[in-house]
T-cell receptor
C-alpha cells in the first residue's frame, strides 16, 4: 500500500542542538513531498516541498530536507533548534501528482528542552 | 490575504444530531480541500473542489457526510446523525492551483466532539 511513515512519534532535543525528523514513503514512483508543522490552535503551515531537481530543499524557519531516492526518504533537518520549534511535524506526499490531495504521516511531536 | 478561516472552531454535539461546518478559503483560490484529523494521526483526505465542482471523495466520506461549495467560494461540510467516531478535527485547505506545485494553505480547523 502507498503510505508515508514517520517512525518517531516523539523526539526531545535541547535548544541549540541539531534536529533530524525522519520520513519514508512507499510508492512506485517519486511522489511530490512536503513537510508541514502544526502548533496548538494553529493550522498546518508548509515548511518546504520537493517536486524535482536539487534533492536538498531549503524551507522557512531555517529548515531543510533532503530527498534520497535510494532510501525512499525525505528527512527534515535543522542545524540549531529554537524553543519555538516545539510543535508537531507532518511529512506528506502527493501521490497523484496533480495537486489533488495529500497523504500525511502520523506526525512527530517535537519537544525542546531549554 | 487573511488566510483560510473555519467556523466554528469548536463544536460539541450529542450523538444523532446534525452538524455543519463552514470554510472560507483564501480569496481567489479555486481549489478547496477537506481533511479529517483524529487524535494521534495525521490529516486524512476527505474531498476536494475545483471551483464549485466536487472532483473527488474519499471512501472515508460516508453517506452521512456531504460537502458543498455552491458558488465556488466558501464551502460547508455537513455530518448527519453524528456518531462518536466522528469526533475529530476537521481541516479545510485552499490552493490557487495554477499548477501542481501550488501549496495547500490550511485553516485552523473545527474540533468536533460527539457525546
Amino acid at each position: 500500500a502507498q503510505s508515508v511513515t514517520q517512525p518517531d512519534i516523539h523526539i526531545t532535543v535541547s535548544e541549540g542542538a541539531s534536529l533530524e525528523l525522519r520520513c519514508n514513503y512507499s510508492y512506485g514512483a517519486t511522489p511530490y513531498l512536503f513537510w508541514y508543522v502544526q502548533s496548538p490552535g494553529q493550522g498546518l503551515q508548509l515548511l518546504l516541498k520537493y517536486f524535482s531537481g536539487d534533492t536538498l530543499v531549503q524551507g522557512i524557519k531555517g529548515f531543510e530536507a533532503e530527498f534520497k531516492r535510494s532510501q525512499s526518504s525525505f528527512n527534515l533537518r535543522k542545524p540549531s533548534v529554537h524553543w519555538s520549534d516545539a510543535a508537531e511535524y507532518f511529512c506528506a506526499v502527493d501521490l497523484t501528482g496533480g495537486g489533488n490531495k495529500l497523504t500525511f504521516g502520523t506526525g512527530t511531536q517535537l519537544k525542546v528542552e531549554l | 490575504d487573511t488566510g483560510v478561516s473555519q467556523d466554528p472552531r469548536h463544536k460539541i454535539t450529542k450523538r444523532g444530531q446534525n452538524v455543519t461546518f463552514r470554510c472560507d478559503p483564501i480569496s481567489e483560490h479555486n481549489r478547496l480541500y477537506w481533511y479529517r484529523q483524529t487524535l494521534g494521526q495525521g490529516p486524512e483526505f476527505l474531498t476536494y473542489f475545483q471551483n464549485e465542482a466536487q472532483l473527488e471523495k474519499s471512501r472515508l466520506l460516508s453517506d452521512r457526510f456531504s460537502a458543498e461549495r455552491p458558488k465556488g467560494s466558501f464551502s460547508t461540510l455537513e455530518i448527519q446523525r453524528t456518531e462518536q467516531g466522528d469526533s475529530a478535527m476537521y481541516l479545510c485547505a485552499s490552493s490557487p492551483y495554477r499548477d501542481y506545485t501550488d501549496t495547500q494553505y490550511f485553516g485552523p480547523g473545527t474540533r468536533l466532539t460527539v457525546l
